[in-house]
C-alpha cells in the first residue's frame, strides 16, 4: 500500500528549500498529484506553519494515507482525490497550491483545467508553485530532459515536456502573475506565480 519513490527522495530537499522562501504565509497549502505521499509528509513536516492538504487520483490515496498515518503530523490532512476536470474541486479556497512532477504527465487540456481550477482556488496574493522539466523557446533542451521528453511520448503522445512559454500564458490567463524561475538538480525547474 505504502509506495516510494527514488525521485522523491532525491528531490525534495531541493524543493523544501524553495518552498520555505514562498510560502512564509500560514495557510491552507492544496498540493496537485501528490503521488506517493512522500512530498506531503516532508513539506508538511517541514513547514509546520500550514496546513497541507494532499490529492490525487483515487488509486494513490491509500499510498498517501500510509505515509500520513505512519508520520502522525498535525498539519497534514488526509488526501482527498481531485479530478482535473471536475469543475468542482474537493477544496473551495487555498492560500497556496504546489503540484510538482505532473505537468509533464498529464494532457495539454488538463494541463489547461488545472490553471483554470487554481485561477478559481487561490486568494489575492496566494501562490501557485510547480517543479519539473520545462523547455524555453530559444534554448536547447537539455539531452536528458530530450531522452525524458521522447520516453514520455512514447509511453503517453498527450504527455511531453512543456514550453514555458504556453504554460506562462496560461498563468496568466487565469490571473497569476510569473514570480520565479530557479534551476534545480536533474534540469528540473522550480516556477512559481502570485494570484492578482
Same mark, same amino acid.
Given at each position: 500500500?505504502?509506495?516510494?519513490?527514488?525521485?522523491?527522495?532525491?528531490?525534495?530537499?531541493?524543493?523544501?528549500?524553495?518552498? $520555505?522562501?514562498?510560502?512564509?504565509?500560514?495557510?491552507?497549502? /492544496? *498540493?496537485?498529484?501528490?503521488?506517493?505521499?512522500?512530498?506531503?509528509?516532508?513539506?508538511?513536516?517541514?513547514?509546520?506553519?500550514?496546513?497541507?492538504?494532499? #490529492?490525487?487520483?483515487?488509486? !494513490? /490515496?491509500?499510498?498517501?494515507?500510509?505515509?500520513? &498515518?505512519?508520520?502522525?503530523?498535525? !498539519?497534514?490532512?488526509?488526501?482527498?482525490?481531485?479530478?482535473?476536470? @471536475? &469543475?468542482?474541486?474537493?477544496?473551495? +479556497? =487555498?492560500?497556496?497550491?504546489?503540484?510538482?512532477? #505532473?505537468?509533464?504527465?498529464?494532457?495539454?487540456? +488538463?494541463?489547461?483545467?488545472?490553471?483554470?481550477?487554481?485561477?478559481?482556488?487561490?486568494? @489575492?496574493?496566494? #501562490?501557485?508553485?510547480?517543479?519539473?522539466?520545462?523547455?524555453?523557446?530559444?534554448?536547447? /533542451? *537539455?539531452?536528458?530532459?530530450?531522452?525524458?521528453?521522447?520516453?514520455?511520448?512514447?509511453?503517453?503522445?498527450?504527455?511531453?515536456?512543456?514550453?514555458?512559454?504556453?504554460?506562462?500564458?496560461? =498563468?496568466?490567463?487565469?490571473? /497569476?502573475?510569473? =514570480?520565479?524561475?530557479?534551476?534545480?538538480?536533474?534540469?528540473?525547474?522550480?516556477?512559481?506565480?502570485? $494570484?492578482?
Amino acid at each position: 500500500m505504502k509506495q516510494s519513490s527514488p525521485s522523491c527522495e532525491r528531490n525534495k530537499e531541493p524543493i523544501l528549500a524553495v518552498l $520555505r522562501e514562498i510560502l512564509a504565509v500560514p495557510g491552507l497549502v /492544496l *498540493e496537485i498529484g501528490s503521488g506517493s505521499g512522500q512530498h506531503a509528509v516532508h513539506f508538511a513536516r517541514g513547514l509546520p506553519h500550514v496546513e497541507w492538504q494532499p #490529492t490525487d487520483v483515487v488509486e !494513490n /490515496l491509500p499510498s498517501i494515507s500510509a505515509w500520513r &498515518d505512519e508520520a502522525g503530523l498535525a !498539519n497534514l490532512r488526509e488526501p482527498l482525490a481531485l479530478d482535473l476536470f @471536475s &469543475d468542482r474541486w474537493p477544496i473551495a +479556497a =487555498a492560500q497556496a497550491v504546489v503540484c510538482i512532477n #505532473t505537468i509533464h504527465i498529464v494532457s495539454w487540456a +488538463a494541463v489547461e483545467r488545472l490553471f483554470a481550477g487554481v485561477g478559481r482556488l487561490l486568494k @489575492s496574493g496566494g #501562490t501557485l508553485y510547480v517543479y519539473g522539466p520545462y523547455r524555453y523557446a530559444g534554448r536547447s /533542451l *537539455e539531452p536528458s530532459n530530450d531522452e525524458f521528453d521522447c520516453w514520455l511520448k512514447a509511453r503517453d503522445a498527450a504527455s511531453g515536456v512543456r514550453l514555458f512559454e504556453d504554460v506562462n500564458r496560461l =498563468a496568466l490567463e487565469n490571473g /497569476l502573475a510569473f =514570480a520565479g524561475d530557479r534551476a534545480m538538480p536533474a534540469n528540473n525547474r522550480s516556477l512559481w506565480w502570485v $494570484r492578482n
